[in-house]
């Protein structure tokens, strides 16, 4: 029960820095904070994040041009130019890579208004710390996995952030129902949205990108949104208004 306890835990924990911190926040600016709950939040995502941390400049840039160029050959991780998931993810985790060594050159409209923390970003990015949370990660299944088949489940915590990108980008431009005409492929896939904390209204987000709530109809229940408006009724940070 541990086990199941702990990996439930760290998928949700990690899905949340996500979409709270590299999405909601560095890619969109959907809400504004001090520079100390800044870092706080920044620390926070690597510790959750681990050992599949993402860095949020990188991460902002391709998201960036992935609302840009929504389902065209120019998006980083269209789910229509790719024969499977996996050459997807691939494909992804190259053109993040890109970005995070600053070997390619984001088009003039993309960069800016996202956080930096140089000494986490290197440390988040960097092989040993990936090493060392996975190594973590191993240490407690030794020690609390009852069964040899628990083991399977260390490879997600490995990939977990690749994961939920990829279950975002494939199954949210795929399957489900459209409230919007976005002029992409762009789909609502509930009820398995959920499990995946508001990010699989991908609908609702292309036509509203800058909406803190990704829940547009009354069924559509976006987790997140409600954690956000508590924090800031706490005056911790500042909901921007969307006209």
């Not at 702990?6 to 979409?19: E, P, R, V």
């Not at 709270?20 to 904070?33: G, L």
Request: one cysteine or more; hydrophobic letters at 45%.
């Amino acid at each position: 029960m541990i086990i199941f306890i702990f990996f439930i835990a760290h998928w949700f924990g990690s899905l949340f820095f996500q979409t709270f911190f590299q999405h909601r926040y560095a890619s969109h600016r959907m809400f504004t904070t001090s520079k100390a709950w800044e870092r706080v939040f920044y620390l926070l995502a690597y510790l959750f994040e681990g050992a599949s941390f993402l860095n949020p400049r990188a991460y902002a840039l391709m998201h960036r041009a992935h609302h840009a160029y929504s389902d065209t050959e120019q998006d980083p991780h269209s789910p229509h130019f790719f024969v499977d998931v996996f050459q997807m993810m691939k494909h992804t985790v190259s053109t993040f890579s890109d970005y995070v060594k600053r070997v390619k050159d984001p088009e003039a409209q993309f960069p800016g208004h996202y956080p930096e923390w140089p000494l986490i970003d290197r440390m988040g990015s960097s092989i040993l710390s990936r090493i060392l949370f996975g190594a973590a990660y191993t240490t407690f299944y030794i020690f609390f996995a009852a069964h040899w088949w628990l083991f399977l489940l260390l490879p997600i915590h490995f990939m977990m952030g690749p994961i939920h990108g990829a279950i975002v980008n494939w199954c949210g431009h795929k399957y489900g129902y459209t409230n919007f005409d976005n002029k992409d492929k762009s789909k609502n896939t509930t009820p398995f949205d959920f499990l995946m904390l508001g990010e699989l209204f991908q609908n609702n987000h292309h036509k509203h990108p800058n909406s803190a709530n990704f829940g547009k109809r009354w069924f559509e229940i976006d987790p997140v949104y409600p954690v956000m408006k508590m924090m800031h009724w706490l005056k911790i940070i500042k909901i921007r208004k969307v006209y």
